[in-house]
């Protein structure tokens, strides 16, 4: 029984890319993640999970109240002039283990990057920096600044304050 929960467990899973890019023609930096995980693809928007401190973070860093909505985030992200996506459109995946990832598509940034004022681009966690840095850095001439991952897989590394410490480097680019 062990071995049938485990290679469901590890099983792969194709997925597409869920959410248009959040940005306008203000926005100034992106940033991106790896791929919408499986809480956020159900909640219906980027850092969706409960636990992620994506949002925490953002808020904190901006000195603003905790974001609820959907449209509280967009508005909030727009008014700051923060675009946000991920790097992949699509890819095979267990679950939200970014470590699983086979068969990457990169998303085509050429809309969003001529639609903007983006001149820097922030990626979220060591997977989304790999995958930017291989496969997006020599379209589209931006490199990447890493920023911690803010997942709950990561909580052991980067607590809520130090998460926030290293987040505001963003509005020197702003």
């Not at 001149?119 to 990447?144: D, P, R, V, W």
Request: aromatic share 14%.
């Amino acid at each position: 029984m062990d071995f049938d929960l485990n290679e469901q467990k590890n099983k792969l899973t194709t997925v597409v890319h869920p959410f248009e890019p959040v940005y306008d023609k203000n926005s100034k930096i992106l940033i991106l993640g790896t791929m919408a995980s499986p809480k956020s693809r159900e909640y219906g928007f980027y850092y969706g999970h409960s636990q992620n401190n994506f949002w925490r973070v953002i808020a904190a860093v901006f000195d603003s109240h905790i974001l609820q909505t959907i449209d509280d985030k967009k508005e909030f992200l727009l008014k700051n002039n923060i675009a946000v996506w991920d790097v992949l459109y699509s890819c095979r995946i267990s679950g939200a283990d970014d470590n699983s990832i086979k068969d990457p598509v990169v998303n085509d940034f050429t809309d969003i990057l001529a639609k903007s004022q983006i001149k820097t681009i922030f990626t979220t966690g060591m997977t989304a920096t790999k995958l930017y840095k291989k496969y997006c850095y020599e379209k589209t001439q931006i490199s990447s600044i890493y920023l911690p991952s803010t997942s709950p897989a990561n909580r052991k590394y980067f607590d809520l304050n130090r998460l926030i410490e290293e987040y505001k480097i963003i509005i020197d680019y702003i």
